[in-house]
């Protein structure tokens, strides 16, 4: 099946820093990327959505200016988290779609913020 | 309003069958998604029915049934590291995953 990479897979981070997440997919065109944070013991709930070249769509209480969503190119989307703070700590997944309608999930970023 | 339901934890024996239930009333139908989650990790994609029938991968089968709303994940001859969270999602009208909020199956030896 496609691949997609998310890296870092685990990340420390101090509070008041900010902390990038890379989402590729690396042998397909994603044309739309979701990304995901997952609480403790709780199903994913989905952040916002981006498509290649437009501003991305927030969920309703997903802060825009704290989660930093850039899908610059087909095969690159980033999440910035600014100013991070303990309760960002999570677990955050991004997944991409293609011309088709099954979605890919990366391998997950573990944040950490100390 | 969109909703997915399925159980919240169920138990098995290894080397049974155990079948995990979806029902979901959600905004236009895309097709329906099962993945599996181990503990740390994130999901991995087991199946995808947007036809109603049966679609047999191995030793995982997944069902659907759009007039009812349901579909079932079925797991053959059980191994230990089939332990795992089990999460149902639908595509809606606009391309979006709606997902429940998962299985826990623990297998017993």
């Known amino acids: 099946g496609a691949v997609v990479s998310q890296h870092p897979s685990r990340v420390i981070c101090k509070s008041g820093t900010s902390v990038k997440i890379e989402c590729r997919s690396l042998?397909?065109?994603?044309?739309?990327m979701f990304w995901y944070r997952q609480f403790p013991k709780k199903s994913l709930m989905l952040m916002a959505t981006s498509n290649e070249g437009s501003k991305a769509t927030y969920e309703q209480g997903v802060e825009k200016d704290k989660f930093l969503i850039n899908h610059a190119s087909l095969t690159l989307s980033t999440l910035t988290v600014t100013s991070a703070h303990p309760e960002d700590s999570s677990f955050y997944i991004c997944?991409?779609?293609?011309?088709?309608?099954?979605?890919?999930f990366g391998q997950g970023t573990r944040l950490t913020v100390v | 309003g969109q909703n997915i339901d399925q159980p919240t934890e169920m138990t098995a024996t290894e080397g049974a069958i155990v079948q995990i239930n979806c029902t979901y009333q959600t905004s236009g139908f895309n097709g329906l998604f099962w993945y599996q989650q181990h503990a740390g990790e994130a999901p991995t994609f087991l199946s995808y029915?947007?036809l109603d029938g049966l679609e047999e991968k191995g030793r995982f089968s997944s069902f659907l049934s759009r007039s009812k709303g349901y579909s079932y994940l079925l797991l053959k001859e059980l191994q230990m590291k089939d332990s795992a969270s089990y999460l149902c999602?639908?595509?809606?009208?606009?391309?979006?995953?709606?997902w429940g909020a998962g299985t826990k199956l623990i297998i017993k030896p």
């Open positions: 997944s991409a779609r293609g011309t088709d309608t099954e979605a890919f």
């Open positions: 999602a639908v595509m809606d009208s606009n391309y979006q995953l709606i």
């Open positions: 042998d397909f065109q994603a044309t739309t």
């Open positions: 029915n947007v």
